[in-house]
Protein backbone atom coordinates (compact mmCIF):
# COMPACT_ATOMS: atom_id res chain seq x y z
CA UNK A 1 0.00 0.00 0.00
CA UNK A 2 1.27 3.15 -1.53
CA UNK A 3 2.01 6.21 1.91
CA UNK A 4 1.91 9.63 1.97
CA UNK A 5 3.43 12.37 4.81
CA UNK A 6 0.40 11.90 6.62
CA UNK A 7 0.17 7.39 6.71
CA UNK A 8 -1.04 5.37 3.89
CA UNK A 9 -3.03 5.91 1.02
CA UNK A 10 -5.91 3.65 0.91
CA UNK A 11 -6.72 1.49 -2.20
CA UNK A 12 -7.86 3.67 -5.42
CA UNK A 13 -11.36 2.00 -5.14
CA UNK A 14 -11.60 3.23 -1.95
CA UNK A 15 -10.96 6.66 -2.29
CA UNK A 16 -13.35 6.83 -5.03
CA UNK A 17 -15.82 5.03 -3.19
CA UNK A 18 -15.22 7.89 -0.17
CA UNK A 19 -15.45 10.82 -2.37
CA UNK A 20 -18.95 9.64 -4.30
CA UNK A 21 -20.65 8.89 -0.69
CA UNK A 22 -18.83 12.45 0.25
CA UNK A 23 -20.87 14.03 -2.68
CA UNK A 24 -23.80 12.17 -2.10
CA UNK A 25 -23.96 13.55 1.53
CA UNK A 26 -23.25 16.80 -0.16
CA UNK A 27 -26.00 16.95 -2.05
CA UNK A 28 -28.45 14.91 0.37
CA UNK A 29 -27.64 18.00 3.05
CA UNK A 30 -27.99 20.55 0.28
CA UNK A 31 -31.76 18.85 -0.27
CA UNK A 32 -32.51 18.94 3.30
CA UNK A 33 -31.15 22.90 3.59
CA UNK A 34 -33.27 24.10 0.12
CA UNK A 35 -36.22 21.94 2.04
CA UNK A 36 -36.15 24.44 5.03
CA UNK A 37 -35.54 27.33 2.62
CA UNK A 38 -36.01 27.64 -0.89
CA UNK A 39 -36.39 24.23 -3.49
CA UNK A 40 -35.06 25.75 -6.24
CA UNK A 41 -32.00 27.09 -4.54
CA UNK A 42 -31.27 23.29 -4.11
CA UNK A 43 -27.38 23.02 -6.06
CA UNK A 44 -28.68 20.24 -8.41
CA UNK A 45 -31.86 22.52 -9.51
CA UNK A 46 -29.93 26.25 -9.58
CA UNK A 47 -26.87 24.33 -11.77
CA UNK A 48 -29.38 22.83 -13.61
CA UNK A 49 -31.00 26.15 -14.29
CA UNK A 50 -28.78 27.91 -14.82
CA UNK A 51 -27.41 24.83 -17.55
CA UNK A 52 -30.72 24.91 -19.17
CA UNK A 53 -30.43 28.89 -19.84
CA UNK A 54 -27.07 28.21 -20.97
CA UNK A 55 -27.55 25.51 -23.31
CA UNK A 56 -27.78 26.72 -27.51
CA UNK A 57 -31.23 26.31 -28.46
CA UNK A 58 -30.50 23.48 -30.95
CA UNK A 59 -29.49 20.96 -28.01
CA UNK A 60 -32.79 21.71 -26.45
CA UNK A 61 -34.67 21.46 -29.33
CA UNK A 62 -32.84 17.63 -29.49
CA UNK A 63 -33.65 16.95 -25.62
CA UNK A 64 -36.91 17.76 -26.39
CA UNK A 65 -37.61 15.61 -29.37
CA UNK A 66 -35.74 12.96 -27.72
CA UNK A 67 -37.01 12.47 -23.86
CA UNK A 68 -40.43 14.68 -24.36
CA UNK A 69 -41.48 16.16 -20.67
CA UNK A 70 -39.24 13.77 -19.48
CA UNK A 71 -36.44 16.22 -20.74
CA UNK A 72 -35.97 18.02 -17.17
CA UNK A 73 -35.77 14.37 -15.32
CA UNK A 74 -32.73 13.36 -17.76
CA UNK A 75 -31.38 16.53 -17.29
CA UNK A 76 -31.31 16.10 -13.76
CA UNK A 77 -29.99 12.46 -13.57
CA UNK A 78 -26.95 13.55 -15.88
CA UNK A 79 -26.17 16.11 -13.34
CA UNK A 80 -26.05 13.85 -10.44
CA UNK A 81 -23.99 11.19 -12.69
CA UNK A 82 -21.55 14.12 -13.15
CA UNK A 83 -21.21 14.88 -9.70
CA UNK A 84 -20.68 11.02 -8.92
CA UNK A 85 -17.68 11.08 -11.28
CA UNK A 86 -16.37 14.13 -10.21
CA UNK A 87 -16.99 13.48 -6.93
CA UNK A 88 -15.01 10.08 -7.42
CA UNK A 89 -12.09 11.85 -9.08
CA UNK A 90 -11.96 13.83 -5.59
CA UNK A 91 -11.58 11.42 -3.51
CA UNK A 92 -8.83 9.77 -5.67
CA UNK A 93 -6.83 13.33 -5.60
CA UNK A 94 -7.79 12.94 -1.87
CA UNK A 95 -5.38 9.78 -1.73
CA UNK A 96 -2.56 12.34 -1.68
CA UNK A 97 -3.83 14.53 0.68
CA UNK A 98 -7.13 14.72 1.72
CA UNK A 99 -7.12 18.63 2.07
CA UNK A 100 -7.02 18.68 -1.75
CA UNK A 101 -10.35 16.58 -2.19
CA UNK A 102 -11.62 18.28 0.71
CA UNK A 103 -11.19 21.83 -1.59
CA UNK A 104 -12.42 20.42 -4.52
CA UNK A 105 -15.95 20.01 -2.90
CA UNK A 106 -15.92 23.34 -1.16
CA UNK A 107 -15.18 24.46 -5.32
CA UNK A 108 -18.17 23.20 -6.02
CA UNK A 109 -20.21 24.51 -3.54
CA UNK A 110 -19.02 27.73 -4.68
CA UNK A 111 -20.63 26.58 -7.70
CA UNK A 112 -23.75 26.22 -6.64
CA UNK A 113 -23.97 29.50 -4.77
CA UNK A 114 -23.21 31.20 -7.62
CA UNK A 115 -26.01 29.62 -9.76
CA UNK A 116 -28.38 29.74 -6.54
CA UNK A 117 -27.82 33.63 -5.86
CA UNK A 118 -28.39 34.57 -9.78
CA UNK A 119 -31.67 32.83 -10.23
CA UNK A 120 -34.01 35.50 -10.82
CA UNK A 121 -36.52 34.44 -8.49
CA UNK A 122 -32.90 33.91 -5.58
CA UNK A 123 -33.64 35.22 -2.07
CA UNK A 124 -31.21 35.90 0.51
CA UNK A 125 -30.65 32.50 2.09
CA UNK A 126 -30.27 30.73 -1.53
CA UNK A 127 -26.37 30.69 -0.88
CA UNK A 128 -27.22 28.27 2.23
CA UNK A 129 -27.76 24.50 0.62
CA UNK A 130 -24.54 24.89 -1.32
CA UNK A 131 -22.40 26.34 1.57
CA UNK A 132 -24.01 23.67 3.82
CA UNK A 133 -23.74 20.24 1.75
CA UNK A 134 -20.42 21.43 0.56
CA UNK A 135 -19.13 21.85 4.12
CA UNK A 136 -20.83 18.52 4.98
CA UNK A 137 -19.40 16.65 2.31
CA UNK A 138 -15.88 17.72 2.84
CA UNK A 139 -16.24 16.57 6.67
CA UNK A 140 -17.46 13.42 4.96
CA UNK A 141 -14.46 12.88 2.76
CA UNK A 142 -12.25 13.67 5.82
CA UNK A 143 -13.94 11.49 8.08
CA UNK A 144 -14.18 8.50 5.25
CA UNK A 145 -10.16 8.73 4.97
CA UNK A 146 -9.67 8.70 8.98
CA UNK A 147 -11.56 5.54 9.02
CA UNK A 148 -9.86 4.25 6.13
CA UNK A 149 -6.70 4.39 8.16
CA UNK A 150 -8.01 3.37 11.14
CA UNK A 151 -6.43 -0.51 11.22
CA UNK A 152 -3.06 -0.54 13.17
CA UNK A 153 -0.57 -2.41 12.49
CA UNK A 154 2.85 -3.22 13.92
CA UNK A 155 6.30 -0.82 12.99
CA UNK A 156 8.16 -0.97 10.26
CA UNK A 157 11.33 -2.83 10.35
CA UNK A 158 14.61 -0.32 11.52
CA UNK A 159 16.75 -0.35 8.59
CA UNK A 160 19.87 -2.13 9.06
CA UNK A 161 23.17 -0.58 11.55
CA UNK A 162 25.93 -1.86 13.34
CA UNK A 163 25.72 -5.38 15.22
CA UNK A 164 24.36 -5.49 18.83
CA UNK A 165 26.70 -6.65 20.97
CA UNK A 166 24.46 -7.78 23.83
CA UNK A 167 20.93 -9.81 23.35
CA UNK A 168 18.05 -7.40 24.77
CA UNK A 169 15.26 -9.05 26.84
CA UNK A 170 11.83 -9.54 25.33
CA UNK A 171 9.44 -6.89 25.37
CA UNK A 172 6.21 -7.55 27.27
CA UNK A 173 3.24 -9.07 25.19
CA UNK A 174 1.01 -5.89 24.52
CA UNK A 175 0.43 -3.59 21.42
CA UNK A 176 3.08 -2.33 19.29
CA UNK A 177 4.95 0.86 20.54
CA UNK A 178 3.69 3.73 18.73
CA UNK A 179 6.69 6.17 17.68
CA UNK A 180 6.74 9.53 16.24
CA UNK A 181 6.53 9.84 12.65
CA UNK A 182 5.82 5.80 12.17
CA UNK A 183 3.19 4.66 10.03
CA UNK A 184 1.44 3.12 12.49
CA UNK A 185 -2.02 2.60 10.49
CA UNK A 186 -3.06 0.14 7.80
CA UNK A 187 -6.03 0.79 5.38
CA UNK A 188 -9.25 -0.69 7.67
CA UNK A 189 -11.87 -2.23 4.71
CA UNK A 190 -14.24 -2.42 7.09
CA UNK A 191 -14.60 0.70 8.71
CA UNK A 192 -14.54 2.15 5.48
CA UNK A 193 -17.49 0.57 4.28
CA UNK A 194 -19.05 0.79 8.21
CA UNK A 195 -18.82 4.67 7.23
CA UNK A 196 -19.71 4.25 3.57
CA UNK A 197 -22.93 2.89 4.83
CA UNK A 198 -24.12 5.66 7.65
CA UNK A 199 -22.71 8.57 5.62
CA UNK A 200 -25.32 7.00 2.53
CA UNK A 201 -28.03 6.75 4.50
CA UNK A 202 -27.83 10.60 6.03
CA UNK A 203 -27.47 11.55 2.21
CA UNK A 204 -30.79 9.57 1.11
CA UNK A 205 -32.38 10.87 4.81
CA UNK A 206 -31.16 14.41 3.82
CA UNK A 207 -32.38 14.35 0.13
CA UNK A 208 -36.18 12.78 1.08
CA UNK A 209 -36.52 14.96 4.16
CA UNK A 210 -35.62 17.88 2.31
CA UNK A 211 -38.47 16.73 -0.32
CA UNK A 212 -40.86 16.40 1.86
CA UNK A 213 -40.01 19.89 3.51
CA UNK A 214 -40.20 21.80 0.50
CA UNK A 215 -43.64 19.75 0.00
CA UNK A 216 -44.95 21.99 3.04
CA UNK A 217 -44.90 24.97 0.33
CA UNK A 218 -46.57 22.43 -1.93
CA UNK A 219 -49.94 24.06 -3.41
CA UNK A 220 -52.05 21.76 -3.05
CA UNK A 221 -54.01 22.83 0.04
CA UNK A 222 -54.26 26.25 -1.38
CA UNK A 223 -55.72 25.26 -4.75
CA UNK A 224 -58.36 23.46 -2.89
CA UNK A 225 -59.16 26.58 -0.76
CA UNK A 226 -58.90 28.58 -4.17
CA UNK A 227 -61.81 25.92 -5.70
CA UNK A 228 -64.12 26.88 -2.80
CA UNK A 229 -63.88 30.58 -3.68
CA UNK A 230 -63.90 29.97 -7.14
CA UNK A 231 -66.78 32.69 -8.65
CA UNK A 232 -68.92 31.26 -11.44
CA UNK A 233 -68.32 32.87 -15.18
CA UNK A 234 -69.47 36.38 -16.11
CA UNK A 235 -69.52 34.92 -19.67
CA UNK A 236 -69.90 31.20 -20.07
CA UNK A 237 -69.19 29.45 -23.11
CA UNK A 238 -70.92 28.29 -24.97
CA UNK A 239 -71.47 24.32 -24.92
CA UNK A 240 -69.86 21.77 -27.15
CA UNK A 241 -71.17 21.02 -30.08
CA UNK A 242 -72.67 17.49 -30.41
CA UNK A 243 -70.69 16.30 -32.91
CA UNK A 244 -67.46 18.24 -31.54
CA UNK A 245 -65.92 15.00 -30.52
CA UNK A 246 -65.92 12.16 -33.03
CA UNK A 247 -65.03 9.41 -30.37
CA UNK A 248 -63.08 7.50 -32.27
CA UNK A 249 -60.44 5.24 -30.51
CA UNK A 250 -56.86 6.49 -30.64
CA UNK A 251 -58.04 9.94 -31.54
CA UNK A 252 -56.91 12.84 -29.53
CA UNK A 253 -60.11 14.10 -27.33
CA UNK A 254 -61.57 17.56 -28.33
CA UNK A 255 -60.70 18.49 -24.55
CA UNK A 256 -57.57 17.18 -23.23
CA UNK A 257 -57.24 16.17 -19.63
CA UNK A 258 -55.44 18.35 -17.23
CA UNK A 259 -53.51 15.05 -16.39
CA UNK A 260 -52.73 14.52 -19.84
CA UNK A 261 -51.85 18.09 -21.26
CA UNK A 262 -48.03 18.70 -22.66
CA UNK A 263 -46.05 20.76 -20.49
CA UNK A 264 -42.50 22.04 -21.72
CA UNK A 265 -41.00 25.05 -19.91
CA UNK A 266 -37.53 25.89 -17.98
CA UNK A 267 -38.37 25.09 -14.65
CA UNK A 268 -36.87 22.00 -13.28
CA UNK A 269 -38.75 22.47 -9.67
CA UNK A 270 -42.27 23.77 -10.20
CA UNK A 271 -43.00 27.22 -8.35
CA UNK A 272 -44.84 27.34 -5.77
CA UNK A 273 -46.69 30.38 -5.31
CA UNK A 274 -49.06 31.24 -2.41
CA UNK A 275 -52.13 32.59 -3.81
CA UNK A 276 -52.87 34.98 -0.61
CA UNK A 277 -49.27 36.41 -1.36
CA UNK A 278 -49.31 36.68 -5.17
CA UNK A 279 -49.87 40.07 -6.96
CA UNK A 280 -49.60 41.14 -10.98
CA UNK A 281 -47.79 44.13 -11.37
CA UNK A 282 -48.29 45.99 -14.74
CA UNK A 283 -45.75 48.92 -15.49
CA UNK A 284 -43.78 50.23 -17.56
CA UNK A 285 -45.55 52.46 -20.75
CA UNK A 286 -48.68 52.67 -19.37
CA UNK A 287 -50.63 55.67 -17.93
CA UNK A 288 -51.61 54.29 -14.62
CA UNK A 289 -49.43 51.43 -13.26
CA UNK A 290 -51.32 48.08 -11.66
CA UNK A 291 -51.02 46.03 -9.06
CA UNK A 292 -53.63 43.20 -8.46
CA UNK A 293 -54.09 40.52 -5.37
CA UNK A 294 -55.35 36.97 -6.72
CA UNK A 295 -58.76 38.69 -4.87
CA UNK A 296 -58.85 41.31 -7.13
CA UNK A 297 -58.80 39.14 -9.84
CA UNK A 298 -61.21 36.95 -9.08
CA UNK A 299 -63.56 39.83 -8.23
CA UNK A 300 -63.04 40.92 -12.12
CA UNK A 301 -65.45 39.57 -14.46
CA UNK A 302 -64.65 36.16 -15.42
CA UNK A 303 -64.67 34.90 -18.83
CA UNK A 304 -64.61 31.08 -20.25
CA UNK A 305 -63.24 30.81 -23.33
CA UNK A 306 -62.11 27.14 -25.14
CA UNK A 307 -58.45 27.29 -26.82
CA UNK A 308 -55.73 25.23 -28.25
CA UNK A 309 -52.58 25.74 -26.47
CA UNK A 310 -49.65 24.43 -28.67
CA UNK A 311 -45.32 24.83 -28.07
CA UNK A 312 -43.49 26.23 -31.04
CA UNK A 313 -41.03 23.28 -30.61
CA UNK A 314 -43.85 20.81 -31.79
CA UNK A 315 -42.53 18.87 -34.36
CA UNK A 316 -44.94 18.01 -37.64
CA UNK A 317 -47.03 15.56 -35.95
CA UNK A 318 -45.79 15.78 -32.66
CA UNK A 319 -48.32 15.85 -29.45
CA UNK A 320 -47.42 19.59 -27.86
CA UNK A 321 -51.22 20.67 -28.65
CA UNK A 322 -53.36 20.31 -26.37
CA UNK A 323 -57.37 22.26 -26.21
CA UNK A 324 -58.72 22.94 -22.72
CA UNK A 325 -61.61 25.09 -21.28
CA UNK A 326 -60.21 28.20 -19.19
CA UNK A 327 -61.62 30.63 -17.28
CA UNK A 328 -60.26 33.98 -16.60
CA UNK A 329 -60.65 37.68 -16.16
CA UNK A 330 -59.85 39.69 -19.87
CA UNK A 331 -56.18 40.92 -20.06
CA UNK A 332 -57.28 43.49 -22.60
CA UNK A 333 -59.83 44.82 -20.20
CA UNK A 334 -56.84 45.41 -16.82
CA UNK A 335 -54.92 46.69 -19.72
CA UNK A 336 -56.99 49.97 -20.91
CA UNK A 337 -57.54 50.35 -17.01
CA UNK A 338 -53.53 50.73 -16.99
CA UNK A 339 -53.64 52.95 -19.95
CA UNK A 340 -51.73 51.70 -22.62
CA UNK A 341 -49.41 54.45 -23.65
CA UNK A 342 -48.77 55.44 -27.27
CA UNK A 343 -45.75 53.48 -29.35
CA UNK A 344 -45.97 50.28 -27.18
CA UNK A 345 -45.97 47.10 -28.73
CA UNK A 346 -44.89 44.20 -26.43
CA UNK A 347 -46.04 42.50 -23.16
CA UNK A 348 -43.12 41.30 -21.56
CA UNK A 349 -44.68 38.31 -19.18
CA UNK A 350 -42.68 37.42 -16.21
CA UNK A 351 -43.04 34.35 -14.13
CA UNK A 352 -42.37 33.64 -10.54
CA UNK A 353 -39.11 31.59 -11.70
CA UNK A 354 -37.62 34.86 -13.86
CA UNK A 355 -38.93 33.52 -17.37
CA UNK A 356 -40.29 35.76 -19.61
CA UNK A 357 -41.93 35.78 -22.48
CA UNK A 358 -42.78 38.98 -24.99
CA UNK A 359 -46.40 39.29 -26.70
CA UNK A 360 -47.61 41.44 -29.04
CA UNK A 361 -50.16 44.28 -27.64
CA UNK A 362 -52.31 44.50 -30.70
CA UNK A 363 -52.82 40.49 -30.77
CA UNK A 364 -54.28 41.12 -27.10
CA UNK A 365 -55.89 43.64 -27.95
CA UNK A 366 -58.05 42.71 -31.11
CA UNK A 367 -60.99 41.31 -29.10
CA UNK A 368 -60.08 37.15 -29.13
CA UNK A 369 -60.18 35.69 -25.47
CA UNK A 370 -56.93 36.58 -24.05
CA UNK A 371 -56.96 35.45 -20.48
CA UNK A 372 -55.30 35.83 -16.96
CA UNK A 373 -56.51 32.13 -16.41
CA UNK A 374 -57.08 31.25 -12.90
CA UNK A 375 -59.18 27.79 -14.19
CA UNK A 376 -58.74 25.04 -16.57
CA UNK A 377 -61.60 22.68 -17.60
CA UNK A 378 -63.40 23.10 -14.60
CA UNK A 379 -60.54 23.20 -12.20
CA UNK A 380 -58.65 25.32 -10.96
CA UNK A 381 -55.09 25.40 -12.73
CA UNK A 382 -52.96 22.85 -11.82
CA UNK A 383 -49.36 23.88 -10.21
CA UNK A 384 -47.46 22.35 -13.42
CA UNK A 385 -49.90 24.88 -15.31
CA UNK A 386 -49.64 27.85 -13.68
CA UNK A 387 -50.86 27.82 -10.43
CA UNK A 388 -52.48 30.45 -9.41
CA UNK A 389 -52.52 32.50 -12.79
CA UNK A 390 -51.45 32.12 -16.28
CA UNK A 391 -51.54 33.77 -19.09
CA UNK A 392 -53.57 32.32 -22.11
CA UNK A 393 -53.90 34.07 -25.40
CA UNK A 394 -55.13 32.05 -28.74
CA UNK A 395 -53.44 32.14 -32.25
CA UNK A 396 -49.43 32.84 -30.44
CA UNK A 397 -47.00 29.75 -29.50
CA UNK A 398 -46.83 29.83 -26.12
CA UNK A 399 -42.88 30.88 -25.85
CA UNK A 400 -44.27 34.33 -26.66
CA UNK A 401 -47.91 34.52 -24.88
CA UNK A 402 -48.53 31.28 -22.02
CA UNK A 403 -46.37 32.63 -19.40
CA UNK A 404 -47.21 30.28 -16.11
CA UNK A 405 -46.80 31.52 -12.45
CA UNK A 406 -46.94 35.29 -13.97
CA UNK A 407 -46.32 37.70 -11.27
CA UNK A 408 -45.29 40.64 -13.43
CA UNK A 409 -46.39 42.30 -16.98
CA UNK A 410 -43.99 45.04 -18.52
CA UNK A 411 -45.48 47.26 -21.23
CA UNK A 412 -42.82 47.80 -23.41
CA UNK A 413 -41.32 47.46 -27.06
CA UNK A 414 -40.23 45.24 -29.03
CA UNK A 415 -37.17 46.91 -30.38
CA UNK A 416 -36.46 47.87 -26.18
CA UNK A 417 -36.83 44.53 -24.62
CA UNK A 418 -36.22 40.73 -25.56
CA UNK A 419 -37.40 37.86 -23.81
CA UNK A 420 -36.14 34.26 -23.06
CA UNK A 421 -36.07 32.64 -25.95
CA UNK A 422 -35.46 35.81 -28.48
CA UNK A 423 -31.63 35.88 -28.24
CA UNK A 424 -31.98 31.73 -28.29
CA UNK A 425 -32.61 32.31 -31.66
CA UNK A 426 -36.35 31.99 -31.38
CA UNK A 427 -38.57 34.76 -33.42
CA UNK A 428 -40.10 37.80 -31.39
CA UNK A 429 -43.53 37.38 -32.48
CA UNK A 430 -44.57 33.52 -33.45
CA UNK A 431 -48.30 33.02 -34.82
CA UNK A 432 -49.39 29.85 -34.62
CA UNK A 433 -49.02 27.96 -38.20
CA UNK A 434 -51.67 26.22 -40.26
CA UNK A 435 -51.35 22.18 -39.15
CA UNK A 436 -52.78 18.78 -39.11
CA UNK A 437 -51.84 15.44 -37.74
CA UNK A 438 -53.12 12.05 -37.99
CA UNK A 439 -53.90 10.22 -35.08
CA UNK A 440 -55.41 7.60 -36.37
CA UNK A 441 -53.73 5.04 -37.70
CA UNK A 442 -50.20 4.83 -35.81
CA UNK A 443 -46.82 5.42 -37.79
CA UNK A 444 -45.94 1.85 -38.79
CA UNK A 445 -48.68 0.17 -37.66
CA UNK A 446 -50.50 -2.87 -39.57
CA UNK A 447 -54.18 -2.35 -40.78
CA UNK A 448 -56.48 -4.69 -42.01
CA UNK A 449 -56.81 -4.61 -45.80
CA UNK A 450 -60.09 -3.06 -46.95
CA UNK A 451 -61.87 -0.30 -45.30
CA UNK A 452 -59.77 1.57 -43.00
CA UNK A 453 -60.55 4.95 -40.70
CA UNK A 454 -58.19 7.38 -40.77
CA UNK A 455 -58.43 10.24 -38.10
CA UNK A 456 -56.53 13.18 -36.62
CA UNK A 457 -56.86 16.65 -35.72
CA UNK A 458 -56.25 20.36 -36.91
CA UNK A 459 -55.44 23.53 -36.19
CA UNK A 460 -55.31 26.93 -36.90
CA UNK A 461 -56.02 28.86 -34.05
CA UNK A 462 -58.04 32.31 -33.95
CA UNK A 463 -58.42 31.91 -38.04
CA UNK A 464 -60.28 27.89 -38.03
CA UNK A 465 -59.95 25.01 -40.15
CA UNK A 466 -62.05 24.82 -43.16
CA UNK A 467 -60.63 21.60 -44.68
CA UNK A 468 -58.80 18.59 -44.51
CA UNK A 469 -57.34 16.38 -46.57
CA UNK A 470 -55.76 12.91 -46.83
CA UNK A 471 -53.66 11.73 -49.82
CA UNK A 472 -52.50 8.25 -50.03
CA UNK A 473 -49.60 6.81 -51.85
CA UNK A 474 -48.96 10.46 -53.63
CA UNK A 475 -52.05 9.85 -55.24
CA UNK A 476 -55.50 12.62 -55.36
CA UNK A 477 -56.43 14.40 -52.28
CA UNK A 478 -59.68 13.78 -50.72
CA UNK A 479 -62.14 15.60 -47.97
CA UNK A 480 -62.17 14.90 -45.18
CA UNK A 481 -65.55 14.91 -42.29
CA UNK A 482 -64.95 17.59 -40.39
CA UNK A 483 -66.16 17.69 -36.81
CA UNK A 484 -68.21 20.62 -35.23
CA UNK A 485 -65.90 22.99 -33.36
CA UNK A 486 -67.59 25.67 -30.39
CA UNK A 487 -65.40 28.65 -32.63
CA UNK A 488 -62.07 29.47 -34.47
CA UNK A 489 -59.55 28.93 -31.51
CA UNK A 490 -59.49 25.44 -30.88
CA UNK A 491 -58.87 22.52 -32.34
CA UNK A 492 -60.71 20.50 -35.09
CA UNK A 493 -60.90 16.85 -35.44
CA UNK A 494 -61.41 15.16 -38.80
CA UNK A 495 -61.73 11.37 -40.52
CA UNK A 496 -61.93 9.65 -43.81
CA UNK A 497 -62.49 6.26 -44.44
CA UNK A 498 -59.98 4.22 -47.06
CA UNK A 499 -60.31 1.78 -48.68
CA UNK A 500 -56.25 -0.07 -48.64
CA UNK A 501 -54.94 -2.94 -50.74
CA UNK A 502 -52.40 -5.29 -49.23
CA UNK A 503 -49.72 -4.06 -48.90
CA UNK A 504 -47.33 -0.63 -47.49
CA UNK A 505 -48.87 2.59 -47.78
CA UNK A 506 -47.88 6.48 -46.70
CA UNK A 507 -50.87 8.31 -45.82
CA UNK A 508 -49.85 12.25 -45.71
CA UNK A 509 -52.84 15.16 -44.27
CA UNK A 510 -52.74 18.69 -44.77
CA UNK A 511 -55.35 21.33 -43.68
CA UNK A 512 -56.76 24.87 -44.94
CA UNK A 513 -57.56 27.62 -42.72
CA UNK A 514 -60.38 29.95 -43.21
CA UNK A 515 -58.56 32.92 -44.65
CA UNK A 516 -58.16 30.20 -47.69
CA UNK A 517 -54.27 29.03 -46.95
CA UNK A 518 -53.20 25.67 -47.28
CA UNK A 519 -50.35 24.48 -45.30
CA UNK A 520 -47.60 24.20 -46.92
CA UNK A 521 -45.48 20.94 -48.05
CA UNK A 522 -41.83 22.74 -47.46
CA UNK A 523 -40.48 21.00 -44.38
CA UNK A 524 -39.03 22.95 -41.97
CA UNK A 525 -37.53 22.70 -38.38
CA UNK A 526 -39.30 24.21 -35.35
CA UNK A 527 -36.49 26.67 -35.13
CA UNK A 528 -37.04 30.10 -35.37
CA UNK A 529 -40.92 30.43 -35.22
CA UNK A 530 -42.35 26.65 -35.84
CA UNK A 531 -42.13 23.81 -38.05
CA UNK A 532 -44.11 23.09 -41.51
CA UNK A 533 -44.54 20.13 -44.03
CA UNK A 534 -47.23 17.60 -44.37
CA UNK A 535 -47.73 14.91 -41.19
CA UNK A 536 -47.32 11.51 -42.51
CA UNK A 537 -47.48 7.77 -41.82
CA UNK A 538 -45.77 4.43 -42.98
CA UNK A 539 -49.15 1.71 -42.83
CA UNK A 540 -49.15 -1.70 -43.81
CA UNK A 541 -52.45 -3.56 -44.61
CA UNK A 542 -53.05 -7.12 -44.78
Known sequence: MNTNARGPRPPAWAAALAGVTAGAVALGVAELVAGLTSASA?????????????????????????????????????????????????????????????AGLAAFGVVGIIAAVNRPDSGPLDALPSMVGAAAGAWTLVLLFRRARGGERAEPIP????????????????????????????????????????????????AVTGRLLA????????????????????????????????R????????????????????????GVDPRSWTLKIHGMVDRPVELTFADLLRRPLVEADVTLTCVSNDVGGPYVGNARWLGARLADVLREAGIRRGADM??????????????????????????????????????????????????????????????????RFDQDTAYWTPRGWAPRA????????????????????????????????????????????GEWRRATLAEVPGPDTWRQWSIDWDL????????????????????????????DGATGYHTIMVRAG
Do not use: C
Request: glycine share 12%; net charge positive; charged share 20%.
Open 42 to 102: SPVVAVGGATVDRTPAALKEWAIRAFGENDKTVLVAGIVVVVALIAAGLGLIARWRVGYGA
Open 159 to 206: PAGPPVRRAEPAPPAGPPVRRAGADLYAFDRRKLLTGVVVSTGIAGAG
Open 215 to 246: GRADVTSARRSVARMLPRPAVAAKPLPAGADL
Open 248 to 271: IRGLAPFVTPNYEFYRVDTALVVP
Open 347 to 412: LLGVSQDGWTSGTPVDVVMDGRDALLAVAMNGEVLPAAHGFPVRQVVPGLYGYVSATKWITEIKVT
Open 431 to 474: PIKTESRIDVPRDGESVPAGRTTVAGVAWAQHRGVDAVEVQVDG
Open 501 to 528: APGGHMIAVRATDATGYTQTAAVAPPVP
